[in-house]
């Protein structure tokens, strides 16, 4: 094959602490022929300035919306990627996550053994806030057909975040890009899907670029208001797809959905308990009984348990704050204790 060209993007806002650290990823790259597109808006911090350093690279390009222009969202600023020069082949670099030096060579040898492939990932660490190991991630087989990868993302065999993933720029062209789905939320699975469906995707089993975890939580009644729109967006998306010909793999589509919400209520009953003010918790309230109505007709079930109604009532019922935090303490304790577990 010939000599592979790749352009590696970077969105950011505000990514001044761990920027820096991406962008070194990229220029430590053994495999040497790359570009860098880094799509910045908004942002307050010195991200700017930071990017400004390395601009003496030629293969190193800023997008940076004009301060006299309102800043883009996420949707917006990942849509900019289709108006960029691209090379031939494309992957997108979270600006928390890390390449590992030999990303790209891994990824050239990978297209050589797998020419047929529309997608191609490898293995990867999963590091915290501080750049310290919490485990690999989950093992993928060598190939899978585009249902075999849902499937398994979506009965979490397997695992997946937006960095990592190589592609073809004609396809992702094609495509239209990532689809807008509200803050993102679920558009990169939906992109891979569709991506591995123009062929398959193949995998190396080296480990080659690390995705940052970050313990903040996800807090209050707008937060988990764009959860649950994005949810609905997803499923829309694949009722329109063939994945959803199959009733096995429908059923653990809405099974994941209702899993990830759990999850993101709990993370905003937790983050309303500690810091909700008379005025959030009542707004989480009623917006959280709406989404119950919506997710009940729209055959989402199973989010809510007795730990999440737990929370509820501590979160609804307890004025204080101090003895919210009280109450909540040794649920804190229980979380910390688990995470330790899972690091050993």
Known sequence: MNTPEFSVVIPTRNGERYLGAAIESVLAQSYPHWRLHILESGSTDSTIALVGRYLNDPRITLHSTPPDQPHLDIVGNWARILRLDLSEYLTILGHDDLFSTDFLAEITALMAAEPNASLWLTHFHLIDSEGALIRPCKPFPPRLSADEYLLGLHTRRLESFATGYVMRRVDYTRLGGIPPLRNLLYADLLLWYRL????????????????????????????????????????????????????????????????ELKRAFYRSLMALISDGTPQQRQAFRRVEGEIAARATKAGITGYRD?????????????PDRRLRRALFAPILWWRARRKERGRA
């Open 196 to 259: 591995s469906s123009l062929g398959y995707l193949a995998c190396s089993a080296r480990h080659t670029f690390s995705y940052r975890v970050h313990g903040q939580s996800m807090s209050y009644a707008m937060q988990l208001s764009d959860w649950y729109a994005a949810s609905e967006e997803y499923l829309k998306a694949l009722a329109e797809s063939d994945h959803f010909k199959d009733a096995a793999q429908r059923q653990a589509a809405y099974a994941c959905i209702a899993h």
């Open 306 to 318: 007795w730990r999440s109604d737990l929370l509820a009532l501590i979160a609804y019922r307890v």
